[in-house]
């Protein structure tokens, strides 16, 4: 027959609680002669009701109001060295007392006990260490190879940034070292100092356009570019064998189509661009649209686009080899697109990509950074409503008449 549970008064029960609080669970169990489980069922009884009674009487507006549900208790993380000075008091004073004035469970400290007895048998690591520091530093080297490799054109300064935006932090020293490491050498370049320099104040108030000469496999080829001087912001490109005035105007009339006109270009001497005798097709379309043009006297005046183009040998010709024009066309538009919606601009501040900036999110990312989430990839990505269109325009194009809706020509009418 099995033996009938033991009945305990409400003196002995008093009696067991109080001891358990003095001593401990187990040793008040044992000194009792009670299951270690009903004292601890009773401890944990006792300090639920005490609990109740305290909440009972701050939220009790008054004495006739019920009492609201007692708040949930959120687990708290203790640091290594929280871990570390918790197991030191304890040896001194003993688990309960040390969990008493540091205001933690007791119970965690015998697990933390626990665990050091086992770490030093190497059975599992130790509670008070952190991560190995070792550890640290080969994902740290890892994150910064990795982002080189993938884009092998970028120094120090910029992989220190790209690794910013994520919310990896990290000093230039020790990227240029590990780089260096890996294999990296920094390019000679000279760089005349200067003092002077300007920027736009909003989005398309000035676009900068130029070319970019390169053979591709012993055919020449010839990359318009028009880059947004406020932002950096890459408007639009196109390519031919020569710079010829139909890329110029198609380029130009897709971007416009795309983000809406600038209040004024700048651009050299090019005979693509301005005509010394007559009035040039650009020209033409510039005072139809309403458009300032600027022609820059000399290559400092339109150095913004200038270093863009040296930025851009360096971070993809230099660096890729094409088989044929048509890869060249293919590498060229991704590269764009990383460069305006992923590549971190000194200019802006070192965070900033050029998207960020034209079109006005400055203060959503660097929030985001700010707060340690970092700009990540599916963020960086515009969603349809960032993006800047005219929704219905009329214009004329050669004496025909044209509808657009959404950047989309929908009706050309012929004029009699």
């Known amino acids: 027959m099995s033996t009938p549970p033991r009945k305990y008064t409400t003196e002995q029960r008093q009696a067991a609680i109080a001891l358990a609080a003095d001593i401990g669970v187990t040793a008040a169990a044992k000194q009792l002669g009670i299951p270690k489980g009903s004292v601890n069922n009773w401890a944990y009884l006792a ?15 008054t004495p006739q109001a019920t009492p609201d549900e007692p708040k949930k208790t959120v687990a708290r993380i203790y640091t290594p060295s929280e871990k570390a ?7 001194d004073i003993g688990p309960t007392a040390a969990a008493k004035q540091l205001g933690m469970s007791r119970f965690s400290i015998y697990e933390w006990r626990r665990k050091l007895a086992l770490a030093a048998e190497g059975k599992v690591p130790s509670p008070t260490s952190g991560p190995d520091p070792a550890d640290i530093e080969a994902q740290r ?61 909003r989005p398309s108030q000035l676009w900068h356009l130029d070319f970019v000469h390169r053979h591709i496999n012993r055919a020449s080829t010839f990359s318009l570019i028009l880059i947004d001087d406020y932002s950096r912001f890459v408007v639009g490109h196109g390519v031919d064998d020569a710079e010829r005035a139909e890329l110029v105007v198609q380029t130009f009339t ?38 300032d ?65 034209f079109y006005g999110r400055v203060e959503e990312v660097m929030a985001r950074i700010e707060s340690g989430a970092g700009a990540t990839a599916h963020t960086d990505l515009l969603d349809l409503r960032d993006r800047l269109l005219e929704l219905f325009k009329v214009t004329s194009r050669d004496g025909k008449t044209e509808v657009w809706l959404m950047g989309r020509r929908l009706l050309e009418l012929a004029s009699k």
Do not use: C
């Open 85 to 91: 000075r918790a197991l030191e008091l304890a040896a």
């Open 293 to 357: 043009q600027v022609v820059a006297e000399h290559k400092e005046h339109n150095g913004k686009i200038e270093v863009f183009n040296a930025n851009l040998a360096k971070e993809l010709f230099d660096v890729h080899r094409f088989y044929d024009l048509a890869e060249m066309k293919r590498r060229l538009a991704a590269h764009l697109h990383w460069y305006n919606h992923r590549r971190t601009h000194h200019a802006l501040g070192g965070l900033l990509v050029p998207a960020d900036r």
């Open 141 to 201: 080297d890892k994150e910064i190879l990795d982002l080189w490799r993938l884009h092998p054109g970028l120094g120090p300064s910029q992989i220190r940034n790209q690794l910013r935006r994520r919310g990896v932090k990290v000093a230039v020293n020790t990227v240029r070292r590990v780089m260096e490491s890996a294999g990296y050498r920094p390019p000679k370049v000279r760089r005349d100092a200067h003092d002077k320099r300007y920027e736009s104040v």
């Open 254 to 291: 897709d971007a416009v189509a795309r983000h809406g006109k600038p209040e004024m270009v700048m651009h050299d001497k090019g005979s693509a661009f301005w005509s010394w005798r007559g009035i040039s097709r650009f020209t033409a379309l510039l005072t139809e649209l309403g458009i």
């Open 47 to 61: 300090r639920k009701q005490a609990r109740q009674g305290a909440q009972r009487r701050s939220t009790a507006p």
